[in-house]
């Protein structure tokens, strides 16, 4: 070792061989000139310098611990008791509202703070609150998405006591909270429909969606087309014409990936997802993905897709690529959440193009039944002390009062939550000022209350939805057979709903 | 229960004999204690799960896993007893480069270097072997993140993975394992240099690609409830092989280059090793950003100069896979090219010298002079590599794919986080990872057995 590498440094300069031939030598003579006693006493110091070390580290953060309970201990008497509160939103619109009305209820009521958090999206606070809760530092109010509404129902902790409580019995039939009316009695029927649970709310109605379209007007009158398409056949027909005209664009339609347009389209075709009046007369034990409802409107988004119609974005749960490609106007419709309506439709201004939203475009054949709604709840954590129980229901009736609910609904496009919001609205003039926003709303109220309507509660439905996209980009990218690959998922998906069923039912 | 005892007696009966052969003293003390070792290896695996694919309802496909189960076991068993046994026989080569260490001190007694790695020790133990005990036992169970309860599945979520055939399950690795040894048996028969030898070496590539055949052929292709994993396997041995294949050819390349005396070496070895200190999520999002066919620059500098548009890289499996191995290859190159230019400078420069004399061209000096010296940092790569192809890919994907066109770019740690963190099914992400697991053990002992050999420490 020692000659090769010699024989190396004969290719460098001359200082630095020298310089290394010293160093290595002085190293070695150190060690010569050590004599016994060091070399016993050598490895007893660095046994002493690790212990030491160690006792250092873990007496230092003994400290620091002491010193932050004592803190809080002292401090309790004039400090706000904190409302943690986390929520799946990060863009800057829906952040800064939620972060500004936590202000002003703080600022209202200086006894409290609450503290928003935010998460990018509702897997991932859902993901997150799970293990919050499973390592028992969850934060009071949980910002869950619909799918997730039977686990949160079924949500236990290690004791075997349930997670969350129920809104409604923690509210007990007062009519205000520390002065903020509660508004649970007045929310719209779409959004009550969907979130009764054995009669009553659990959690408290935030931001509500249903999926509608969008068309950009310029494009389609263009191509021939007044009115945007209202069903199956008609965008057919429509996409035929804008397909066809000169400068055509790179596709006629897009939408997400997304299993919650499949759910919206059974709605509108009467059809459940799930057995047991979609897992609300019991609890659900079977999911049918290879039903004729299905089949036919996956059916139709095959041949959308086949004849060049419709634009994939190559990803499921794309909603900025399908967002983005209708603003650029490389499709001239877009099936998104009404959500962003007030987005999209700012977004045609200034690329200076018209957006007219209209009902989701159904299917002709079969009577038409009703969509169903999308979007959150907040949940409200269990065990809570009596004062931060009472603070963060003060805070979610105040957080959805009308004048909050009206600015919620202007700012993205949710349907206003209850009907005085509703009301103020109208009184504005709001509607005659944006009639797109009216769209959604108009389309909740036009459904029939039936099962199919209210949508599916089931466990596992994130993991079921997932099976659900996954087929469709198979079916999509691959070129496979609707009813054969359907047939695959649902035997998959009736795997995971009955093993979840095994972990948590009865 | 007889198939347990049968597997128990036929370990016991392997155990005694591996020891006869393999041991120089053939005493009937050794033959018992090998036998005994291999049958308490075998039963160890097995007790830890209850002895549950001898239940009665298990199929055939769960007693060939729980005899790979306590294969397994006893071969570990064994190893330990034979080197039990060397050591004994005095067959141990003492001279493990420490001797000069021990000369110098260290004579306070054989506790005091254990002392010394306990700090080490404690964190390996806290951190990795509990955690990884851990996931072999939830790999057992069906059970959810946060759920109530957990329901002891046996290898259920093992034998979804694979076809449902027993006997091409247990006939295909077989047919493999007998083809490679067979290959290897017959390269040490014939002298090096003679046709036959030349044909034996080819015999063993086409034995290692065999290998690769027969786990294709055993991981099941989906349908009627199983879990798809063939494709999975597909993608994780094309992105993987690609990224390895990329990273290191380029990395030696770019090395190569550098390496030469020009104006401004330095910038240009700091600008190269770069993009190492940044993360594969980051990686992922510039990939993104140049490639993307609606918002990248290349599709727009393509549309703008040329009049091409740029395919959509996430709607074809070919060039999703591509994307991936570029993105993932470019992050790894920076790291290569570091370990390379180091390596480079431990290139005997006589020998180029004298092959220079010798009228060696450029290329040959490189393909018999330098490729030989960095033999060992080639090896070093190749396992670093092939690690961070198969463990740290995850966040370049969720950037740039999300797994998608249909599963094409979902290889298997993308798999394991989907289905374990992200659909919150822990049970079967940890059986995946056990199966990625024993992967990257297979893999790093194929490489020890195969590069190893080639790999030139020099001399000294």
Redesign the interface.
Known sequence: ????RT??G??RPVYEREGYDTASQQSVRC?NNKGSTV??V???I??LL?FAM?AAACGGSGTTETTAAEGTTAAVSDQPTEIDMWIAFSDEARFNFTRDKAAAFNAKHPEYNVVVNSFDSY?TVF?QA??A??QGNAPAIIHFFEAATRQALD??DSA?NPIFKSVTDAIGGRTEILGEPVILDDVVSAAKNYYTVNGSFYSMPWNTSSAIMFSNMDMLKKAGVDEPPATWAEVDAACEKVMAMDGAPKACITWPNHSWFVEQSLGQQGELLANNDNGRSGRATEVFLDSPGIINYIGWWKDLADKGYYL?????RDWD?TS??FQ?Q?VAMLVYSSSDTTALTQAGVDNGFEVKASFMPYNQDVPYEGNLIGGATLWMLDGLDKTTEDGALAFMNFFSNPENAAEWHKITGYIPITNAAEKLLEEEGWYQESPNSKVASDQLNAAKDTPATRGAILG?F??IR?VIT?AI??IL??DLDVATRMA?AN??AN?LLQ??E???GG | MVLLIAGIVIAALGGAIYTSWHSDRRTARRLIIGAGVAAVGATAGPALMNFCAFEPERTAIDHILAYTLMATGAWLGLIAAKSFFDRQDGKVDDDDGLGEIKAAGFRLGWWVPWVLLSPTLLILVVFLYTPAFQTFALSTKLTRLAAPRAIPVCFDQFSELLIDDPVRLVAYPFLAALFLYGSRFWARRTRPGSISHRLSEVASVLASASVFIALYAIFSPGGGGAVKYRPVYVNTVIISAGIVALGMAGGLALAYLAFRKIRGGTIYRTMLIWPYAISPAVAGILFFMLLDPTAGIIGHLLKEWFGITMPNYREHAYLAQLAIIAASAWKILGYNILFYLAGLQTVPMDQIEAAVLDGASAWQRFRHIVLAALSPITFFLLVTNLTYAFFEVFATIDYMTKGAPAGATSVSIYEIIRIGVDNGDLGRGAAQSVLLFIAVIGVTVWQFKTSGRRVSYGGG
């Open positions: 070792m020692w000659r090769e024989q190396l004969s290719i060690s070399k016993k050598f490895p007893l660095a046994l690790a160690i897997n993901e799970v293990l809760v499973d949500a236990v075997g994939y974005t190559g990803q499921q690529g983005n490609a650029a490389q596992n994130v993991s997932d996954i980009e198979d990218t691959n695959d035997v998959e795997k093993e979840y095994a972990l948590y």
